[in-house]
């Protein structure tokens, strides 16, 4: 027994306008989220939260850890910026606008939500499966966030004998 496919262009279409609309949408305020975030850590960084931010993250099965952040070169004269806004970040992420008021403030989380966005407009899988793991750096001197990311590919080979 086969199982015959229709061809590409004759399937139903599932994904409508509004659909689409809505996908564009959420794209430009992430997109906004995204620059609006990255202004944020870099005048934090240069009150003295550090000349680089880096970010490493593991996530295995669907499942995401607090990623480990360290801020090289900061200041001991200037205060540590303890918690900055997140502007439109709530609504960016598609989460609903109760959480706004709970959402996480500090430099740390901005900083790890702009990875975030940056690997779901990249690699919009990037935590699914077996998951992914890479290293974030917020370089102040250029003004750069650069990400390097390892996807985890299992592969399994299925075998049917017969005797």
């Known amino acids: 027994m086969s199982e015959q496919i229709a061809p590409q262009m004759e399937r139903p279409s599932v ?27 870099w005048d934090a960084m240069q009150a003295g939260a550090g000349k680089r931010i880096i970010l490493c993250y593991d996530c295995q099965d669907c499942r995401i850890d607090a990623p480990t952040v360290s801020f090289e ?17 709530v609504d960016a992420m598609g989460l609903p606008a109760q959480i706004a008021l709970i959402f996480p403030d500090t430099l740390s989380d901005v900083a790890w939500l702009c990875v975030q966005i940056v690997l779901g407009r990249s690699k919009p899988d990037w935590n699914e499966g077996a998951g992914g793991y890479g290293e974030a750096v917020f370089d102040l001197a ?14 399994h080979e299925a075998y049917l004998f017969n005797a």
């Open 15 to 41: 994904i409508g306008p509004d659909y689409m609309e809505e996908l564009k949408r959420r794209q430009a305020l992430r997109q906004e989220a995204l620059r609006l975030n990255l202004e944020l850590i």
């Open 73 to 89: 070169g900061t200041s001991d004269s200037v205060p540590f910026p303890e918690a900055i806004r997140l502007p439109k970040a």
């Open 142 to 155: 250029i003004r750069d966030l650069s990400i390097s990311h390892s996807q985890r590919i299992v592969e």
